[in-house]
């Protein structure tokens, strides 16, 4: 629970409307403080209006009918509603009429508007009532006292006063009840897109954000993350899958080449020596193995580039044209090997690539058709160039065991060599690395059943017409 | 004339520039170009490669192209821009298209990628000195022993008769015969021939070759096509 509140006042939407709230507060605070001042500063001046008032008129009667009419005045009005009040007294201070009952001293003394404490003439002893009164001296000596009872006046102002403090109590409370309601609507998601993003980062790729099903903002934002989620999962697991794989492809022939070496060194070792024919033998063995190693390097190097998306070329390249030069390089070693290699196209399709990238490409599909797509008794390699719609397809196929459906989208990763070639030669990237050239050109590899074979398509976008001519480049192949 | 065909590789005696400032690569090609026959200098920063070029008298000079101080490419540049022509093989670890392409660009005349095989290197070196000798590449007539290539009539005859040749397989021998003598790697047959920049794993040229030899030396008493072990061919008229 620490946690919790610690949290909630470290969130920046909670500090926010923590902020919003002090500005209401302080606005509500200020607005009723205005009111009551003003209401006070009315009310005020509106009792001294009225006392100023009868104060003259009494004046005006003490001065045109004398004492005794002033007297009989004050004691009739001194009758009517209990808050006037009045008093007329001697200069000695004794009280001669009036309904006051009770007035400190020294307020007869001063003169003009004061704020006293007063007894009403029919109030019991002990009580005191609040008065504004003026204090206005009579020639001849005599003190008139006219004055409001301000009791009302004292209430209205508590009310303003109490309305102040309950709107600012009012505003606190509803500014923690929206921070309340920030934190649960929109805090608690991203928190629970952090908690996710931790556990991630502790190593379970698998966790996803949960989805409230309101298709919200945060619900849309839930999802992106979510897809991002499920392809970085895929990358690190294909990552993994590759370094499994690696290890397994680089590691093998690295300890064959160590055994030999070592055994070699034995022989040496125990006096039996190696003749030079076997000397020589475990040298080139070793040689060929190292090349084989640096062979799966640079492809996987080149991979790795294509699918950065570095050496995406614009050659204008003729595909049948390609395709012929690259029949023709391999058709004698097919031959060797017992398949018949055979390339033909339907027109001309000009596409635009990297020559380089893509003629290794090629090289690639046709090697693997020939290592992999024959039979016992030998095998048929066929290359076909045409155009489909935007694309300029290449398509090779053999007639060898093929490859089952659920397996054709995992060859196109790296590395993975199905088990039953294994133990052929190859490095396992030459499909990996003609679908990342595709995929670079903005194209795609396919791989289909040529019932009985395999048969690989790669699709480039065509070229537009007058691109720049790869044959021109010189440099390349 | 084309260059006598009877000296065979690695009995030129040249005189290489080494720029490498690894060490121990440097320390192993040294050796096996003395082994070789050849002499080599040594200079283990860019500054210094420039220096010993500058003083001459080099047939090759092998540049790395990750140098301290100068490095490779600017090296050549530098060196050609003094109008020095000396036939520069460039090293690099980098050994995708586009960088042969800029070091080739920078003047160098062979480009050559990390890891490599030394019988490569050499392949190349003595190529490369062939060359800087001006050896006459655009005669028409290619002659090694009694093997005749006609570049204009685009006819091969050996003792008189003539053999019927696919174009690539006339290409293949032309290339060979214009290196006559020299120990031709498979790479460099796959850059001159096919131009191609890149290994393949099977041994697609040693077909072509076995099926070119069928044609210019299995009807014949001395064979002129010799395969040298762990590096390459070799064209060359019999002893």
């Given amino acids: ?477 | 004339m084309a260059v006598p065909a009877s000296i065979p590789a690695g009995k030129t005696d040249m005189k290489i520039l080494l720029v490498e400032d690894d060490t121990e690569a440097a320390r192993y090609i040294v050796k096996g170009l003395n082994e070789a026959g050849h002499a080599c200098d040594h200079a283990g920063n860019g500054e210094s490669g420039l220096e010993m070029a500058g003083a001459g008298g080099y047939d090759v000079a092998i540049i790395d192209r990750m140098l301290p101080k100068l490095g490779g490419l600017d090296l050549v540049v530098s060196m050609r821009e003094s109008g020095d022509t000396t036939p520069v093989l460039i090293l690099s670890a980098l050994g995708e298209v586009d960088d042969r392409v800029t070091g080739l660009r920078a003047g160098g005349d062979d480009y050559l990628a990390k890891p490599y095989a030394f019988s490569e290197l050499l392949a190349r070196v003595e190529t490369l000195a062939r060359r800087g000798n001006g050896a006459a590449t655009a005669d028409v007539r290619l002659t090694v022993g009694d093997l005749v290539l006609d570049r204009l009539s685009r006819k091969v005859t050996r003792e008189g008769q003539q053999i019927m040749l696919q174009p690539r397989e006339f290409r293949l021998l032309e290339y060979l015969m214009r290196h006559a003598g020299q120990v031709v790697t498979r790479t460099m047959l796959l850059e001159g021939v096919w131009d191609y920049h890149f290994d393949p794993q099977t041994n697609v040229i040693d077909v072509h070759i076995s099926r070119l030899r069928g044609k210019i030396d299995k009807d014949f008493d001395a064979p002129l096509l010799h395969t040298v072990r762990g590096a390459g061919y070799v064209l060359r008229e019999p002893e």
Avoid: C
């Avoid at chain 1, 209401?39 to 004046?59: S, Y």
């Avoid at chain 1, 062979?295 to 049948?320: C, K, M, P, Q, T």
């Avoid at chain 1, 017992?338 to 690639?364: D, H, I, M, P, W």
């Avoid at chain 1, 790669?458 to 537009?464: D, S, V």
């Fill in chain 1, 1 to 477: 629970m620490t946690q919790t509140t610690h949290g909630l006042f470290r969130s920046a939407a909670f500090r926010l409307s923590l902020f919003y709230l002090a500005v209401f507060a302080a606005f509500a605070g200020a607005l009723i403080a205005y009111m009551a001042w003003s209401t006070r500063v009315i009310l005020a001046n509106e009792t001294r209006e009225t006392i100023a008032a009868e104060t003259r008129g009494l004046a005006e009667q003490y001065a045109t009918d004398g004492i005794q009419r002033l007297v009989e005045a004050v004691a009739k009005r001194s009758q009517g509603p209990a808050n006037a009040l009045y008093l007329i007294s001697s200069f000695s201070g004794e009280s001669i009429t009036g309904n006051i009952a009770y007035l400190p001293l020294e307020t007869l003394k001063a003169e003009g508007y004061q704020r006293v404490p007063y007894r009403h003439t029919g109030d019991a002893s002990d009580i005191t009532r609040e008065a504004e009164v003026r204090v206005f001296r009579l020639t001849g000596g005599f003190v008139l006292v006219v004055g409001r009872d301000i009791a009302e006046r004292v209430a209205v102002e508590r009310i303003l006063w109490r309305a102040g403090v309950f709107a600012v109590l009012l505003t606190l409370m509803l500014a923690v009840a929206g921070g309340i309601f920030v934190r649960m609507r929109i805090l608690k998601p991203i928190d629970a897109m952090s908690d996710t993003a931790r556990a991630i980062m502790s190593g379970d790729l698998s966790n996803r954000v949960a989805l409230s099903g309101s298709s919200d903002e945060f619900d849309r934002l839930g999802e992106s993350l979510n897809a991002m989620l499920a392809r970085i999962e895929a990358l690190v697991r294909g990552m993994r899958e590759v370094t499994d794989n690696v290890a397994h492809d680089l590691k093998t022939p690295l300890t064959r080449m160590k055994a030999r070496a070592e055994d070699a060194l034995r022989a040496i070792e125990t006096g039996k020596g190696l003749d030079e024919d076997a000397q020589r033998q475990v040298l080139e063995d070793t040689i060929r193995e190292a090349d084989d190693l640096i062979a799966v390097f640079s492809a996987l190097l080149a991979i790795a580039r294509a699918e950065a998306g570095e050496g995406a070329g614009n050659d204008r390249i003729e595909l049948g044209a390609l395709v012929a030069d690259a029949a023709e390089l391999y058709e004698p070693a097919a031959e060797d090997a017992g398949v018949k290699l055979s390339a033909s196209s339907t027109g001309e399709v000009f596409v635009a690539a990297n020559k380089a990238l893509l003629a290794r490409a090629v090289s690639n599909l046709i090697e693997n058709a020939i290592t992999h797509g024959r039979r016992d008794g030998g095998g048929e390699v066929g290359i076909h160039t045409a155009r489909n719609g935007r694309f300029g397809e290449l398509t090779v196929a053999d007639n060898g065991p093929g490859i089952s459906p659920e397996d054709r989208k995992r060859v196109l990763d790296r590395f993975v060599r199905l088990e039953a070639s294994r133990s052929r030669p190859g490095s396992g990237l030459g499909l990996s690395l003609a679908n990342a050239v595709a995929r670079l050109h903005n194209g795609e590899l396919e791989l289909n059943d040529n019932s009985p074979g395999l048969r690989v398509t790669m699709r480039l976008p065509l070229a537009e017409a007058g691109g720049r001519d790869g044959e021109g480049k010189g440099i390349g192949g």
